[in-house]
């Protein structure tokens, strides 16, 4: 097996999740069937947004130490950070690209569900400038929330960072699910890795994509034994 590395804390309880889908699908007996995770949670990485640079700079130093641990394979359970990919990749080690294997699952998804063609985003303003043109470039539509719900959308996803996960956001975190469907999607991407912390795939009245499990199949993928 390879050791996996895992540039976490954005957020805290979206990267603790992600670790749990890792253990839950490895396919193990006992204790020594899982895979070894080095990690680093590091809340202080400079706004993805506003400080790229900085950013791109800290992950960079992030995945150094990570592979430095004996990581050999580097994941970031953070759709947004992964405009700052280049940081990480310089530490000389395969990381797992979140955003395309996500896109890629949305088009099996289609494979399997006729007539998905057009995919819902529910993510970040920088997370949404990733998934757009990847959709695009695999023959898919993006359907985007509205600006309004947008800035309702950023405001569940700082609620769950500041621990709040109950019954009203997760009604709210649904009902902008709903309205991308009713815009035309055929399913949606959870691509911003705190969303299935308010939304599960029964949630919606179409398949629901979870970037965060697909980046946890495809580590288990990568590193299992």
């Known amino acids: 097996m390879k050791t996996l590395g895992v540039l976490g804390g954005m957020g805290p309880a979206a990267t603790v999740a992600f670790l749990a889908r890792v253990q839950a ?27 790229p640079g900085d950013a791109e700079a800290e992950l960079g130093a992030m995945a150094r130490r990570l592979v430095q641990a004996g ?6 359970p953070c759709n947004t950070a992964h405009a700052q990919a280049a940081g990480i990749r310089a530490a000389g080690v395969p990381f797992i690209d979140m ?27 920088g997370g949404r400038a990733l998934y757009a043109p990847a959709l695009q470039a695999a023959g898919m539509r993006p359907v985007l929330l509205e600006d309004d719900d947008q800035a309702r959308f950023m405001a569940l996803i700082y ?34 890795t705190e ?27 990568m590193c299992g034994s």
């Open 195 to 221: 969303v299935p912390l308010l939304l599960d795939e029964g949630d919606l009245d179409a398949p629901l994509i979870d970037s965060a499990e697909v980046l946890a199949r495809a580590c288990v993928e």
């Open 99 to 125: 955003i395309a294997a996500t896109v890629t699952a949305a088009q099996a998804t289609g494979a399997q569900a006729t007539g998905v063609g057009a995919v819902g985003v529910l993510a970040t303003g």
């Open 159 to 192: 609620a769950v960072k500041a621990g709040d996960v109950g019954p009203d956001r997760r009604a709210e975190m649904r009902t902008l699910g709903q309205r991308l469907l009713a815009a035309g999607a055929g399913a949606v991407v959870a691509g911003c």
């Open 71 to 76: 990581a050999q394979v580097l994941a970031m």
């Open 25 to 51: 699908l490895t396919p193990a007996k006992g204790d020594a069937d899982h895979i070894r995770v080095v990690m680093d949670m590091n809340p202080q990485v400079p706004d993805r947004n506003i400080r």
